[in-house]
């Protein structure tokens, strides 16, 4: 009987840190960073509940919308007293939720019809994606 080997998997503040380079627990929740967002009235989430929220490796934070509204003005940046570039979190945090979707399309999923008019690209990368 063969063995399988277990991958351990990175929980998000990892995944986080290592593409943005940043330290997320630099951060010691002072709220100058969602103070001065422009765009924090329409965010779901402040950029200090961001961080909160990573620093607690909350998942559902991947559906939230604050990601997708930051204008990476670098303003939460420039007030930060620990200078935590909050736009490389959140840039991070885009990166890995595109990625996340991505995994989901599958091919077995479409009709025939709906296949034909996909583009070659897209079944040549779903192919290496199935045989990788």
Request: a neutral charge; one cysteine or more.
């Amino acid at each position: 009987m063969a063995r399988t080997k277990t991958i351990p998997r990175e929980n998000l503040r990892e995944r986080v840190e290592e593409l943005s380079g940043e330290r997320v627990f630099a951060c010691y929740q002072c709220g100058m960073c969602s103070s001065g967002c422009p765009y924090a009235e329409q965010m779901d989430r402040l950029p200090s509940q961001v961080i909160r929220d990573l620093q607690l490796d909350d998942e559902t934070l991947l559906d939230s919308n604050a990601m997708w509204v930051c204008a990476s003005c670098l303003a939460c940046e420039v007030r930060c007293p620990k200078g935590v570039d909050l736009a490389k979190l959140m840039e991070a945090l885009r990166q890995i939720h595109l990625r996340k979707a991505l995994d989901r399309v599958s091919l077995d999923d479409l009709s025939k019809d709906e296949i034909k008019k996909l583009p070659q690209i897209a079944l040549v990368a779903s192919l290496r994606k199935k045989s990788g």
